[in-house]
């Protein structure tokens, strides 16, 4: 019909496609591509703000950035933090969705109680983490005190104080896992537990490795995939909470970027920082494509 | 008929391999299946056949285990299995959709329930790293079982592929492989054939039918598809509304049935009804026709007369005896041909005729009908059979 209007009016119908897509495409460009362009030439410059001009330097930011003893700790701090948060959330998010489905009521309620965390906004659930494990007023440490425990102050302790991160990630991240995973699971089909029951594989864990397993098997890989790419994003609950410390260790990609962008100038260092980064994540996102496609095969 | 089974027919010696005694069953207040009966002999394929909804489905599940009754006993091979796990029960089933798991070559699939009875759970999960020599020894066991199998069924060169990478027709005798490799004494079919178009539905069939006879294996078989019962069946249990409504060999359900529901719902197209009156002698009036029956219903009583269209003599030309019909439609199928008939005043078809010839008829035809009494079937008004003793020709030069 509208093709049909287009040719009955003006211009040719081949234009039309064109013109539908050129708002979007415009913003994408203004809003995405055209900063990303500004920030991989920055990278390559020796500029930092508020200076005048801006000299091309080749390599050499690239050179100081993975020198930079900070940008290290950045690297494996992410690295530790991906490796903590990931397997967690994955492993959490099918716990949950096999409990919901065998549940036999409530299981709305159960699915909005877990998914809960995924909706809030991190950035106040961080803050609300902040008091819960607060060494003196918090809820967690009264709690573990009152069971006899002797809590340390997690948040503090360069030890701790990533896994604690982590944990706070796995909480905000299981709802999205478990969510996937219960949508697989509703595909499974029935005839295929029927058959198993049949063969023999009638028990909970039989019916799990022979045919729930198998099934979710594209669908865990799009979780990882997933899951790690936010992962790599954690921001929120290291800006609010520890700030990269103690001893800089939580200081991750994110935040790295943040401060040497807004707190020490070094522009053309965080924009550095910053294609790596986007390098590293379209990686991932090259690889859910990839999954995807073969999915698409099968 | 199979050799066997008149052999076994001719002995009285007949085994059953399965016995369902009263089984109930309802969905919360919606009865499914009521009071359910049947014997099935050792080697014999019987169809479920019914319409959807009959409850065919839900009988072949309480049998597998998939479903429980709500009363009732069930016997496998002289074993009480009503309260058994499905796995525990021996039987085997291939499902409508065949049911294998997609992530494991046909080998894999075929040999699973092998494993799962020789092996325990952890040796399964770690029988590929062959970790003990008990291990390696059953697993060549399975092997050479499943190759004995393959050879069998013909899918060898095929087995070792997923089931993605499969013809439809190697997927189920992979299906079937699956289900034979337990020794089981009873194999159920959940309209197997039904994903399957014309052409491939009747090869398929054709070699469910082979192996079935080569394996010696008992079969129940759910279909609503007629021909498909009549066809591969030694006995067809014909299901109505919950009920198993007639339980005979394919011809006695096509020339007796022992209902007008059962003679409505078997043979294509649906046999011809018409209102009857019985008069003196167990005669019956139909218009101005009188079929000279001997039915032993009082006179005035009112009887559905059915027949077959291949009953239906159609003769042109006014030199004949019959009533005159209009010729509405004709169907030439070449092989066989389809004559749809209704009275000269009416619109809508009333009547079937097949002719065993090519058809010279065309629509506006005036034709005129004859049907034999001894062709005709009888049924009283609630629909069961009405047992006649023709004793000659009709006469229908009557009025």
């Not at chain 1, 990609?253 to 294609?275: D, G, H, K, M, P």
């Not at chain 2, 008069?279 to 007369?305: I, K, N």
Request: hydrophobic content about 50%.
């Amino acid at each position: 019909m509208l093709m049909a209007e287009t040719r009955a009016g003006q211009g040719s119908p081949r234009l039309a496609p064109y013109l539908m897509v050129a708002p979007a495409a415009a913003l994408l460009l203004i809003l995405v591509l055209a900063p990303l362009a500004l920030v991989v030439a920055t990278a390559f410059t020796d500029w930092h703000l508020g200076a005048g001009g801006a000299a091309f330097v080749g390599l050499q930011t690239f050179e100081a950035l993975i020198a930079d003893p900070d940008f290290q700790a950045a690297a494996w701090n992410t690295v530790r933090y991906v490796a903590l948060v990931v397997p967690v959330t994955c492993l959490a998010g099918l716990a949950a969705a096999l409990l919901i489905v065998e549940c036999r009521r409530g299981q709305a309620f159960y699915r909005m109680i877990f998914f809960l965390p995924s909706v809030a906004t991190l950035a106040a659930m961080a803050v609300a983490w902040q008091m819960l494990l607060s060494p003196s007023v918090g809820a967690v440490p009264q709690l573990l005190r009152a069971l006899g425990l002797a809590p340390t102050n997690w948040l503090q302790d360069p030890g701790t104080a990533l896994p604690t991160l982590a944990l706070i990630g796995i909480w905000s991240e299981a709802g999205f896992a478990m969510l996937f995973f219960l949508a697989g699971m509703k595909t499974a089909p029935r005839e295929l537990y029927e058959a198993a029951a049949l063969d023999g594989c009638g028990n909970f864990l039989d019916r799990l490795w022979h045919v729930t397993l198998p099934h979710l098997a594209p669908i865990t890989a799009f979780v990882l995939v997933f899951s790690s790419i936010h992962a790599l994003r954690v921001f929120d609950t290291v800006a609010i909470i520890t700030r990269g410390g103690p001893e800089k260790s939580t200081l991750v990609a994110l935040y790295f970027i943040y401060q040497e962008a807004f707190s020490l100038f070094r522009t053309n260092l965080a924009a550095a920082a910053t294609v790596l980064f986007i390098a590293v994540v379209l990686l991932f996102s090259l690889l859910q494509l990839r999954i995807a496609r073969a999915q698409g095969d099968r | 008929m199979r050799p066997d089974r008149v052999m076994s027919l001719c002995w009285e010696s007949r085994v059953s391999i399965l016995i369902v005694r009263g089984i109930s069953k309802s969905f919360g207040s919606a009865p499914v299946l009521s009071n359910i009966d049947l014997d099935i002999d050792e080697g014999e394929i019987v169809s479920l056949l019914g319409p959807s909804g009959c409850g065919k489905s839900t009988l072949l599940r309480i049998i597998a285990g998939l479903e429980s009754a709500d009363s009732g006993a069930i016997e496998i091979a002289g074993r009480e299995i009503t309260r058994l796990e499905p796995g525990a029960r021996n039987i085997a089933m291939v499902f409508q959709n065949l049911a294998l798991y997609p992530h494991l070559t046909g080998r894999q699939n075929i040999a699973l329930p092998l494993r799962v009875r020789q092996m325990s759970r952890w040796q399964r999960i770690f029988s590929s790293l062959r970790l003990s020599a008990a291990v390696r020894a059953i697993e060549r066991d399975i092997e050479a079982t499943v190759d004995d199998l393959a050879a069998r069924l013909a899918i060898t060169e095929a087995i070792d592929r997923l089931p993605g990478r499969l013809s439809g027709g190697q997927r189920q005798r992979v299906a079937i492989g699956k289900a034979l490799v337990r020794d089981s004494r009873l194999l159920l079919l959940d309209e197997p054939l039904s994903s399957l178009d014309a052409k491939l539905r009747i090869q398929a069939r054709d070699e469910i039918l082979q192996i079935q006879r080569s394996f010696g294996i008992s079969c129940v078989f759910v279909t609503h598809d007629q021909d498909e019962a009549l066809a591969i069946s030694d006995r067809v249990a014909v299901m109505l509304g919950g009920g198993i409504a007639q339980f005979d060999t394919p011809a006695a359900i096509y020339r007796n049935p022992s209902s007008l529901n059962v003679a409505r719902f078997v043979g294509t197209p649906t046999i011809n009804c018409l209102e009857g009156i019985v008069e003196q002698q167990g005669r019956v009036r139909v218009g101005d026709h009188l079929f000279d029956a001997r039915l032993a219903q009082p006179a005035g009583s009112a009887v559905t007369v059915a027949i077959r269209p291949e009953h239906v003599r159609v003769g042109d030309g006014h030199d004949q005896p019959g009533t005159s019909l209009r010729v509405v439609r004709v169907e030439d199928h070449g092989h066989d041909g389809l004559v749809h008939l209704a009275a000269a005043d009416q619109a809508g078809v009333s009547f079937v005729a097949r002719t065993g010839q090519p058809v010279v008829l065309r629509p506006g035809d005036e034709v005129r009908v004859a049907i034999e009494a001894h062709d005709a079937l009888f049924f009283g008004a609630s629909g069961t059979r009405l047992e006649s003793a023709p004793v000659r020709m009709a006469d229908y030069a009557h009025g």
